[in-house]
């Protein structure tokens, strides 16, 4: 960054010369050229007021942004300080300070920040590098001489209209009577002051206009703190005021804004955001993207007498919500193609994503508590169902184990019926002979003996036909607290006789533990009829001496285990999950239901069955049941 000061040119011009010169070895003893690619592209950027002035310097660092990402380019900043007073003096000094600043190796390309840098090149084009190319940029179109454009010059220009920013002020603000006019004293703003003083005549009838660059900047912000009601503001800029003060970078603007008592309106981006109403804007990103494509056609070699020049076109207006929310302007007021920005989200814009998706989540919600509502429901009702048909299945069952059991159940009742016969026979014998003597005492105990055998044979033949009643009736499922031994030893006491007629021997292992669990004592039962039933079946081609059914009770961990054991040919390992499916069986007579039934009853219950083959032969079916409490 160099600033070229002179306070002295009448007296001393050699003087400024040496310093130019000694300025340009201290530049060059810095290694800026030394350190750079060699390859890359040497680009002389003139600006205007100065590197911190806005809005020129936002457009610079955005064209500088462009180039560099899109080209290696060495970049050398000049400043033409003589633009903030009427005086040229400096000129010629500066324009050798150039000149020998660049004489070993000249720019591949001389960029002018703003009308004063454009004017000065057209100024001194035979002096200054007059076959390097030019390109003028962030200058308005009516600041540009064409004529004096030579053969090695071209332009990106900002095309304005005055009256438009006028029309959008009174737009948005229709009941707006004063517009003060905010521009410096400098010879760039005197010239804008007069250019859009032409601009104001249109609208004389309906506002009155303040115009701002006689002031100094402390009158103005005295002036801007007390505006009349319904006025409004527009900013052209403030470089150096009337006082002479040059004012840098946006610290005028920020401290105008924090005092006025009216909208602020101006018509370049670069401002946007940090107080300024709105309306159409130049677009930084837009200036410098054009400038910068033009620059890079220039860099690659094109001709620069066939680049034509370009002109930026105002953007579609666009506005600040908060300064439409803090001077009360509705937006109905807007132009149709406006663009609001800063608007603060309400509370569905902010948060509609978690709004949303909690109320899709509470109607999920309430769907899925109805459904569930309606499936328990259903369920229950199809757990009744299902009991109901599966005690009516187990029913069915029952009666076709007793089916099975009838020749056994025939013969246990025969015997007590058979002793109770041979006992009456007995006793009528005693009776009926010639010469009974009742009170002899050997013929009382004998006929004692008769009558007790009869009760008890009686007895026997009434148990069995209980126990055959127990197993027949049609009871509903109910869960009563039992003990699972008891069940097991009175279900091995109804198979007793089977196991005469059937040929096989029940070895039982009850635990002296108690397995309190909660079941229904009539399925259970009939679960360890099936089992003992297809133990015996599965043994049918099994020798006598080895047919043996193995009935285990025993407690494993939380849970009553009872297990049921044969000596048969086991079953095929690929069959053992299948041996409980509906309808799968081994016997050519079987319907496959007596396991499926099994694992039903069992699973009512809140327990499982599985089955498994044995290590010396046969199967092995472990039913586990949870205890109670």
């Not at 031994?485 to 007793?496: D, H, P």
Request: aromatic letters at 10%; charged letters at 20%; one cysteine or more.
């Amino acid at each position: 960054m160099l600033f070229w000061l002179s306070r002295s040119w009448r007296t001393c011009r050699v003087r400024s010369f040496t310093a130019a010169l000694t300025i340009a070895l201290l530049i060059a003893t810095t290694g800026q050229s030394a350190a750079a690619d060699p390859q890359a592209k040497r680009v002389l950027m003139l600006h205007s007021f100065g590197l911190r002035f806005r809005p020129w310097t936002d457009y610079s660092e955005a064209l500088r942004a462009e180039l560099s990402r899109r080209a290696s380019i060495e970049f050398q900043d000049q400043s033409l300080l003589n633009a903030r007073r009427s005086s040229d003096k400096s000129d010629a000094p500066f324009v050798e300070y150039l000149r020998s600043l660049n004489i070993d190796q000249p720019p591949d390309l001389i960029v002018a920040i703003g009308a004063p840098a454009a004017n000065f090149v057209q100024a001194h084009r035979k002096d200054l590098f007059p076959t390097t190319p030019m390109l003028y940029t962030l200058v308005e179109r009516r600041r540009v001489d064409f004529d004096k454009l030579t053969k090695y010059d071209t332009v990106v220009a900002i095309t304005n209209d005055d009256a438009v920013f006028f029309e959008n002020i009174l737009q948005v603000l229709p009941q707006t009577t004063t517009i003060a006019i905010v521009v410096g004293a400098s010879p760039s703003e005197t010239w804008w002051r007069n250019e859009v003083g032409k601009s104001t005549a249109r609208f004389a009838d309906r506002v009155q206009f303040r115009w701002y660059n006689e002031l100094s900047f402390e009158d103005m912000l005295k002036d801007a703190a007390n505006l009349p009601p319904h006025s409004a503001i527009f900013w052209i800029g403030l470089n150096v005021d009337a006082a002479g003060v040059a004012h840098e970078g946006n610290t005028a603007f920020t401290r105008f804004y924090s005092v006025a008592n009216a909208p602020i309106f101006f018509h370049d981006e670069s401002f946007f955001g940090e107080g300024i109403v709105g309306g159409p804007m130049q677009v930084v990103a837009r200036q410098s993207k054009q400038a910068a494509e033009v620059a890079l056609r220039i860099l690659n070699g094109e001709n620069v007498a066939d680049i034509k020049p370009t002109f930026v076109q105002l953007a579609p207006p666009m506005f600040d919500w908060r300064q439409l929310q803090r001077w009360g302007i509705s937006q109905s007021r807007l132009p149709p193609d406006s663009t609001v920005y800063f608007r603060e989200p309400t509370l569905w814009e902010r948060y509609w994503l978690q709004i949303a998706f909690t109320i899709a989540l509470v109607l999920v919600q309430a769907g899925m508590i109805a459904l569930l509502l309606f499936e328990h429901r259903r369920r229950q009702f199809a757990e009744v169902q299902s009991r109901q048909r599966m005690t009516e299945l187990a029913h069915v069952n029952r009666f076709a184990t007793a089916g099975e059991l009838t020749a056994s159940i025939a013969h246990e009742i025969n015997q007590p019926l058979g002793s109770i016969l041979t006992n009456a026979e007995t006793a009528a014998a005693i009776l009926q002979s010639q010469r009974p003597d009742i009170a002899a005492l050997s013929d009382v105990v004998e006929l004692r003996e008769i009558v007790n055998d009869i009760l008890q044979d009686d007895r026997r033949a009434t148990e069995v036909i209980r126990r055959m009643r127990s197993l027949l009736k049609k009871a509903p499922f109910e869960l009563k607290q039992l003990d699972l031994n008891e069940v097991v030893q009175e279900t091995v006491r109804f198979l007793s006789a089977l196991t005469v007629s059937r040929k096989f021997e029940m070895v039982n292992v009850i635990t002296s533990d108690a397995l309190p669990i909660l079941g229904d004592r009539i399925q259970l039962q009939q679960v360890i009829l099936n089992l003992v039933l297809n133990g015996v079946e599965a043994m049918k081609d099994t020798s006598h001496e080895s047919r043996t059914i193995s009935i285990r009770t025993a407690r494993a961990d939380q849970f009553a285990e009872l297990s049921v054991s044969d000596r048969g040919p086991g079953i095929p390992e690929d069959k053992l999950k299948q041996v409980f499916e509906p309808f799968y069986t081994s016997k050519a007579e079987g319907m496959g239901m007596g396991l499926s039934i099994a694992r039903t009853i069992i699973e009512a219950h809140n327990g499982f069955i599985s089955a498994s083959n044995r290590e010396h032969g046969g199967a092995s079916f472990t039913i586990r049941l949870p205890f109670v409490g």
